[in-house]
């Protein structure tokens, strides 16, 4: 799935002819980078691939004062096929990334409880402070009139995202805090009395 290419083409379809800085800076502003896995970088050099390709035409050059030369971009024809396939799929296809917190609890399991239990903490504030953020952020944007109503439902999308973990962070913590402990110490104190030395009858 080329997220990158998704972006410019609908950018340029939703906003008309725009030069690659003005792209970049959309893309910027929503910051799809962190959200979405865009590569930010890739956006200049994707839009030249897809000239190539006669998905974009250039139709013009324009200068503002002493700022480069930028060639403007339209989205063609055969470049709107190629948005309705991208976004048709990632829509409809279901889309997992890598997930460094299941890897961690699978493969690198920590052994001390009270560690493992510090770390998770940890996670859920970072967690709890990323959901009123964002759900802060979209408050403002809507007060002022910045967003419109579909804007705001992707900001509610995330904040629900970052609830639905934390809840399942909370319930993870309890099921951490239940698990016996293990260890020589917990296996000793566990020992049945037949295991011990028993004095001999007279």
Same mark, same amino acid.
């Given at each position: 799935m080329n997220l990158s290419r998704l972006v410019v083409l609908g950018l340029l379809e939703s906003g008309g002819p725009q030069h690659g800085h003005e792209i970049r800076r959309q893309a910027?502003?929503?910051?799809?980078?962190?959200?979405?896995g865009v590569s930010i970088g890739a956006l200049h050099r994707e839009l030249r691939t897809m000239e190539t390709q006669d @998905?974009?035409?250039?139709?013009?050059?324009?200068?503002?004062? $002493? %700022?480069?030369?930028?060639?403007?971009? #339209?989205?063609?024809?055969?470049? $709107?096929?190629?948005?309705?396939?991208?976004?048709?799929?990632?829509?409809s296809q279901l889309h997992f990334?890598?997930?460094?917190?299941?890897?961690?609890? @699978?493969?690198? #399991?920590?052994?001390? %409880?009270?560690e493992m239990?510090?770390?998770?903490? +940890?996670r859920r504030e970072v967690l709890a402070v990323s959901r009123d953020g964002?759900?802060?952020?979209?408050?403002? @944007?809507?007060e002022q009139g910045l967003i419109t109503a579909f804007d705001?439902?992707?900001?509610? #999308? #995330?904040?629900?995202?970052?609830?639905?973990?934390?809840?399942?962070?909370?319930?993870?913590?309890?099921?951490?805090?239940?698990?016996?402990?293990? +260890?020589?110490?917990?296996?000793?104190?566990r020992a049945e009395p037949a295991d011990q030395p028993t004095e001999e009858k007279p």
């Open positions: 910027e502003r929503s910051n799809v980078q962190t959200w979405g @998905l974009v035409e250039a139709v013009r050059t324009e200068q503002v004062g $002493r %700022r480069p030369v930028r060639t403007v971009y #339209r989205i063609t024809e055969d470049g $709107r096929t190629e948005l309705h396939t991208l976004r048709g799929k990632a829509i990334g890598p997930d460094p917190l299941g890897v961690a609890l @699978l493969f690198g #399991r920590v052994g001390d %409880r009270a239990l510090a770390l998770l903490a +940890g964002v759900a802060a952020e979209c408050r403002r @944007l809507t705001a439902a992707m900001f509610r #999308r #995330r904040e629900m995202q970052l609830d639905a973990e934390l809840r399942w962070l909370e319930q993870f913590e309890k099921d951490v805090a239940d698990i016996p402990d293990s +260890g020589p110490a917990a296996d000793a104190e």
